[in-house]
Structure formats: C-alpha cells, structure tokens
C-alpha cells in the first residue's frame, strides 16, 4: 500500500509558482503494476522521486507498508566518482543485503565488463542506466519505481531486463512511466494519469490510456 495524504509540490517559474501535484490524496492498492501516465512536465518524475523519499514536497506525506525502490532510469541512486562496484556495495549496506551477492548479481546482469570497476562518471546514460536497474533487480522490494529503464540496451539485453522484471513482478508492484503503451500493456494491470496536478486512478490501464490519449489530443 502507497498513501498520499495532501500530497502537494510546486516550482517556481518567471510567471510564478507551477503546481505540478496539488493537494493529492489517494491510496494505491499492494502487489499492482501500476502504469504512470502523463503528459511531459506533467510531473511524474518529480512524483517518483517524492514516493522514494529522495525529493520532499511542499506539503503533506506519503506512507507505505512497504519497501519502495529508488526511481530506477533517474539514476539519483548513484554516485559519480565511485566505482559501478563500490556503489552496488554501498547500496547493499543500506538496505540490508550481502554485498558480495549483490556484486555478482550486477555484475552478471549488466553486463558491464571492465567500467564494474571504473567510475561513474566514465558511463554513458545507458550504462549507468544497466548498472541501477541491475542493482534494483537484486533487491526484493515491495515496490518497484521504474522510469523508461527497460528501454535500455540492444534487443538482447532489453529482453533480458524484461524477463527479469516480470519475474520480480510476480512477488512485487510497481509505477512504471513509459511513452511505450505496448511496454505499459505488457506488465500493468492497472493505471495512473497525471494531470495538472490531479491523479486518477484505474483499476484497468486501457481506461488510464483512453483518457490520457484524450488529454493529448485536446
């Protein structure tokens, strides 16, 4: 279970301040794979980054029964000038996990070769991208937030990063945010659209996709 409670975040801009969530108050269901839509800027990484706990809104607060993943494809996981290995290790110190398995985890999964001991900062977005979605496939979380990451990669590896997803979805929820609708069908049973700050929830993502498909075309 995820709970918004007058969930609120603002930005400034030169025209004033923009409201992308507003006053939210919703719970979402356990064990759903949840597809996030919206249009761009709409605020559905901002949204992400409030539920892990990385971004802190203006008002309100989120609760959870749950353990929730970093937002997987943001990378705000992730450490610049450390390792691909020292920041797997460091993040299974935080959660709780052997660190020597969650090596060899990644390291088999992402397929990084010799940048598993380079720093961060010599990683292109894909890599990075590899190594945190790796990283995340390795730990059982509740909850899963996963933005665009399975996109990454050639033919081969997006299978096998999908593979391992639906696998980890058998067990686990997720918020996926795609532009992919055929990605979005493929693991979510259910839907979110969010809209000048407003959310909505279905319990069916082809209702979510009719009404965001609406929204873009006015």
Not at 70 to 96: C, E, K, S
Not at 143 to 171: H, N, P
Not at 185 to 205: H, I, K, S, T, W
Request: charged share 20%; net charge positive; hydrophobic share 40%.
């Amino acid at each position: 279970m995820i709970r918004f409670e007058h969930l609120t975040k603002s930005y400034p801009t030169p025209w004033g301040r923009k409201v992308v969530i507003d006053d939210l108050s919703l719970e979402l269901p356990s064990g759903k794979a949840l597809g996030l839509l919206g249009r761009n800027g709409a605020g559905k990484s901002t949204l992400m980054q409030i539920v892990a706990g990385t971004l802190p809104p203006d008002s309100g607060r989120v609760i959870s029964d749950g353990t929730i993943s970093w937002p997987i494809g943001l990378g705000g996981a992730l450490h610049p000038d450390m390792t691909g290995a020292q920041n797997v290790r460091f993040i299974a110190r935080i959660y709780g996990i052997d660190s020597d398995s969650l090596c060899a985890f990644v390291q088999d999964f992402a397929e990084l070769g010799a940048h598993f001991q380079m720093p961060l900062r010599s990683y292109s977005s894909g890599m990075r991208s590899r190594l945190a979605f790796g990283a995340s496939m390795g730990i059982p979380f509740d909850t899963y937030l996963v933005d665009e990451v399975t996109s990454v990669g050639d033919a081969r590896f997006r299978a096998k990063s999908k593979a391992i997803f639906r696998e980890r979805m058998k067990t686990s929820g997720a918020i996926m945010v795609s532009h992919n609708m055929k990605e979005l069908q493929e693991f979510c049973d259910a839907g979110l659209v969010l809209e000048n700050g407003r959310m909505y929830y279905f319990e069916r993502l082809d209702a979510a996709i009719r009404l965001h498909k609406r929204l873009m075309e006015q």
